[in-house]
T-cell receptor, first 114, second 115 residues
Framework: DAGVIQSPRHEVTEMGQEVTLRCKPI?????LFWYRQTMMRGLELLIY????????DSGMPEDRFSAKMPNASFSTLKIQPSEPRDSAVYFC????????????FGPGTRLTVL | AQSVTQPDIHITVSEGASLELRCNYSYGATPYLFWYVQSPGQGLQLLLKYFSGDTLVQGIKGFEAEFKRSQSSFNLRKPSVHWSDAAEYFCAVGISNFGNEKLTFGTGTRLTIIP
């Protein structure tokens, strides 16, 4: 398996623009997680899905952020409009079945909002 | 709510020396405990995990960790570090609460290896 795939790897955009990050989880994994990593706040869970259904979105910072998982092999995280403080590395991770299984992380998307 | 504390932001160790990275958690019951490693520009990789049973857990790359309930700790150890161990290390606690299952990560410890 190719592991968790994220695209793009790097994104540079201007404030106010819409940004869409994409993730393909490992085939057969039931859970998908979106994290944000910054120097100031560390690694934060934004939202996670179980069987394509959002379970906990309490980490989504504000209404400008939205996430979808239309099928088991694809998820998006959208920021509209983007702001400079959204600059961070965004990770997608997936895991099999329940919590006591390893989360496999993608390589991340480094987002810079100018 | 559960929390994880990694008191050491940055640790420098000589190559070949032993290593211990500290992790303390706060949670009412026995949690799931994990250590992940992140190399520069990479995602996180699982080193080891503890759910139950033997409190000394062996992981990949020669790492081990010991769960101590009385101290609410899950410290990571390695008897002899290699230059390739330079990375950031994250402790995480997992909880399952009424169907809501997720990890909470510590702030990480950056490990520097000197020759």
């Amino acid at each position: 398996d190719a592991g968790v795939i994220q695209s793009p790897r790097h994104e540079v955009t201007e404030m106010g623009q819409e940004v869409t990050l994409r993730c393909k989880p490992i085939s057969g994994h039931d859970y998908l997680f979106w994290y944000r990593q910054t120097m100031m706040r560390g690694l934060e869970l934004l939202i996670y899905f179980n069987n394509n259904v959002p379970i906990d979105d309490s980490g989504m910072p504000e209404d400008r952020f939205s996430a979808k998982m239309p099928n088991a092999s694809f998820s998006t995280l959208k920021i509209q409009p983007s702001e400079p403080r959204d600059s961070a590395v965004y990770f997608c991770a997936s895991s099999l079945k329940r919590l006591n299984n390893e989360q496999f992380f993608g390589p991340g998307t480094r987002l810079t909002v100018l | 709510a559960q929390s994880v504390t990694q008191p050491d932001i940055h640790i420098t160790v000589s190559e070949g020396a032993s290593l211990e990275l500290r992790c303390n958690y706060s949670y009412g019951a026995t949690p799931y405990l994990f250590w992940y490693v992140q190399s520069p520009g990479q995602g996180l990789q699982l080193l080891l995990k503890y759910f139950s049973g033997d409190t000394l857990v062996q992981g990949i790359k020669g790492f081990e960790a010991e769960f101590k309930r009385s101290q609410s700790s899950f410290n990571l150890r390695k008897p002899s570090v290699h230059w390739s161990d330079a990375a950031e290390y994250f402790c995480a606690v997992g909880i399952s609460n009424f169907g809501n299952e997720k990890l909470t990560f510590g702030t990480g410890t950056r490990l520097t290896i000197i020759p």
